[in-house]
């Protein structure tokens, strides 16, 4: 592989790439873009030291670490035919060994079934040889347990790539109920399993109306689990189908609302991932769906709320509930907690607010100024005329700056604004927080190895004594991820 200068991509707190790097959306038809094992590559923009435009390249779309993916091309880099036919074979020896096999291992006497804990495979008769040293399941590989593939397998926990967290099912229950009380039932799950997942446990149990998923997700083990009519791999961050026109047949169909039967996407990305690469892919999606029906195509992004801004800026007819998304494996994400603490995860829809009645007996409860469900903690403002808090404490309105601002902000009167008590106050927290520059940031400051700047006024640059204080030698151990 290439060399490039570009080790790995980091994100600022609003999801856009930090260090002069900016993602470039190509136009649909421009089929120019090489390919990884992971799709068409995205295209980027290096710049730097106040230049407007630097020089482009292409990485890979679902990996932000060149560990997970090393590829890496410039825009205006000849490739020569040989380099070319031993990235096809490298593309090629990346994929998944099989496909769609759910039928033939359930038609498997129970005794015969096996599931490979170290490859994460259901094993088939002819295959044991090859996982004879691997340590198997053989215990409870029934129909039932077949249907859970999401407890089955081992969530995948590289941040910087695929992590998966998945939705607790009393997440789960409250979409679906939520969704068909609107009417809805077609759901789109675009990387959500565990809600596919328990759609199709409720449908099994007849206990409320029945209703259609189809999974599109980059995960391949899932193909193991469903037909190609339930499961489709797909890549969210550069709308790539991976099985081509078989599975976009299946998608297209999938979206047609047939007999009144109403359709809605929901989606929950990795929190890492870069948001304009998302919007693109889901705006693609809309695309597909106008052409073969009436309106807006309804969609539910699942995202931090501190991404509100860039969501928003693609798609303006959004707007954030406050509903607090949990996870079962994620540390954090939990419900039941509170303060800061309490799950940052919120519901970005195109539906209407007014229509979404979200539970009371978690202590939501309805603004009638507002018109819409908050949180227990999201006290209405008379001043700003509406509920202002985003991560569900009570906040407070400060006259000075004319707007309410989170309870353990203070108003600077130096700096015009509320902020921390302890921010870095009349400085600016732009440019480098090392030597204080404003033509690149930190991470690429010439002068970032050096224990602490001098700057005007006497003092090290704001940030630069809690970033040193803040990095930790000890290098986290990793956990083994399936690939």
Not at 313 to 321: D, T
Request: hydrophobic share 30%.
């Amino acid at each position: 592989s290439r060399c490039s200068p570009i080790t790995f991509f980091c994100f600022n707190s609003e999801g856009s790439l930090a260090g002069g790097i900016e993602v470039i959306i190509q136009n649909e038809e421009d089929k120019t873009a090489p390919r990884c094992p992971h799709g068409p590559a995205l295209l980027f923009e290096k710049t730097g030291n106040g230049e407007e435009k630097g020089r482009r390249f292409y990485a890979c779309s679902a990996c932000r670490d060149r560990k997970d993916c090393n590829f890496f091309q410039w825009a205006d880099e000849k490739i020569s035919e040989a380099r070319m036919l031993a990235r096809e074979e490298q593309n090629r020896s990346k994929m998944p060994l099989f496909s769609h096999q759910e039928y033939k291992f359930v038609s498997l006497p129970l005794e015969q079934r096996r599931f490979c804990v170290d490859c994460q495979l259901l094993i088939l008769p002819e295959e044991r040889a090859t996982h004879a040293k691997h340590k198997a399941l053989s215990e409870d590989t029934t129909v039932q347990r077949l249907k859970r593939p999401s407890l089955l397998l081992c969530p995948l926990d590289n941040k910087k790539s695929n992590a998966q967290y998945l939705f607790a099912d009393r997440s789960c229950h409250f979409l679906l109920d939520m969704l068909l009380g609107l009417g809805f039932q077609k759901i789109l799950c675009v990387g959500t399993p565990r809600l596919h997942e328990v759609i199709k446990l409720r449908n099994m149990k007849g206990k409320s109306p029945k209703m259609k998923s189809l999974l599109l997700d980059i995960d391949y083990r899932y193909c193991q689990f469903y037909g190609q009519d339930e499961f489709c791999r797909y890549n969210m961050f550069n709308h790539h189908f991976f099985d081509d026109e078989e599975a976009v047949t299946f998608f297209q169909g999938f979206l047609r609302e047939e007999e009144g039967a109403k359709v809605v996407m929901i989606t929950d990305p990795p929190f890492g991932g870069l948001v304009k690469p998302l919007a693109n892919s889901f705006s693609q999606m809309a695309i597909t769906w106008k052409n073969q029906n009436k309106g807006q195509m309804p969609m539910i992004w699942i995202f931090p709320y501190f991404f509100e801004s860039r969501i928003l800026e693609c798609f303006p007819s959004f707007s954030m509930l406050d509903y607090q998304v949990d996870y079962d494996n994620h540390p954090l994400y939990k419900h039941g907690k509170t303060g800061r603490k309490q799950s940052p995860v919120r519901l970005f829809t195109n539906l209407s607010p007014k229509d979404i009645i979200l539970p009371e007996d978690e202590g939501y409860r309805f603004c009638s100024v507002c018109e819409r469900y908050v949180s227990a903690g999201n006290k209405h403002c008379p001043k700003c005329d509406t509920c202002p808090s985003k991560d569900g404490r009570e906040w407070r309105h400060c006259d000075e700056c004319g707007r309410c601002v989170k309870p353990s902000w203070r108003h600077c009167s130096s700096c015009g604004h509320c902020a921390l008590p302890d921010h870095p106050c009349g400085q600016s927290q732009t440019g480098c927080f090392n030597c204080g520059s404003q033509k690149h940031k930190l991470r690429t400051c010439p002068k970032k190895h050096n224990k602490r700047m001098i700057v005007p006024g006497g003092r090290g640059a704001p940030g630069l004594l809690k970033h040193i204080a803040g990095k930790s030698t000890t290098k986290n151990k990793r956990r083994r991820t399936v690939t």
